[in-house]
Antibody
Framework: EVQLVESGGGLVQPGGSLRLSCAAS????????MSWVRQAPGKGLEWVSI???????SYADSVKGRFTISRDNSKNTLFLQMNSLRADDTAVYYC???????????WGQGTLVTVSS | QSALTQPPSASGSPGQSVTISCTGT?????????VSWYQQHPGKAPKLMIY???KRPSGVPDRFSGSKSGNTASLTVSGLQAEDEAAYYC???????????FGGGTKLTVL
């Protein structure tokens, strides 16, 4: 059974950093592309970042230069390092598995990141 | 990376059909057959309902169907049921630069 379990969310001050983790089971993260998608409170979904099976990465303009996506194949875990956090980064962050038809078939339960002083 | 355009709300009575539109551009919806739809109940993670414009994952009722014409994709829910009340989001691949773009979401109410 495919499962994605995020952790690492919490309250952080503006300008601070946070590292999100997503433990995967039922498949291997390095044979699929993996993404982070976020949802601000009461708002819609926003794609944040992707890491392909080959290791290349890409980011939404809103987080480029501040966020870094990575994975640990030995732990079958996806990460999102978030630096220089701003209030508008406040959101639930979902870890998602992507498929070759450019869609997301499995979503984690999400982890809440709140950026506030 | 502009969002796709969806109506903020839609509604229908049990047993009726409702169609939700998702309008993009020739760079995303119109360029690729990679439109997907997600259902989200309050406080829950989104769930894949349609992928590659009109394909249904295993377990999704055939009451849900998708289509596309030009730059506009559509999700139709037939035979509305109470449990279909949720927010629905469309998503499209937008090429190697912009990658993915979501719609703003449509809140479907079953009257």
């Amino acid at each position: 059974e495919v499962q994605l379990v995020e952790s690492g969310g919490g309250l952080v001050q503006p300008g601070g950093s946070l590292r999100l983790s997503c433990a995967a089971s039922g498949f291997t993260v390095n044979t699929n592309y993996m993404s982070w998608v976020r949802q601000a409170p009461g708002k819609g979904l926003e794609w944040v970042s992707i890491i392909y099976s080959g290791g290349s990465t890409s980011y939404a303009d809103s987080v480029k230069g501040r966020f870094t996506i990575s994975r640990d194949n030995s732990k079958n875990t996806l990460f999102l390092q978030m630096n220089s956090l701003r209030a508008d980064d406040t959101a639930v962050y979902y870890c998602v598995r992507g498929r070759s038809g450019y869609y997301y078939d499995y979503w984690g339960q999400g982890t809440l990141v709140t950026v506030s002083s | 990376q502009s969002a796709l355009t969806q109506p903020p709300s839609a509604s229908g009575s049990p047993g009726q059909s409702v169609t939700i539109s998702c309008t993009g551009t020739s760079s995303d919806v119109g360029a690729y057959n990679y439109v997907s739809w997600y259902q989200q109940h309050p406080g829950k993670a989104p769930k894949l309902m349609i992928y590659e414009v009109s394909k249904r994952p295993s377990g999704v009722p055939d009451r849900f169907s998708g289509s596309k014409s030009g730059n506009t994709a559509s999700l139709t829910v037939s035979g509305l049921q109470a449990e279909d009340e949720a927010a629905y989001y469309c998503n499209s691949y937008a090429g190697s630069n912009n990658l993915w773009v979501f719609g703003g979401g449509t809140k479907l109410t079953v009257l």
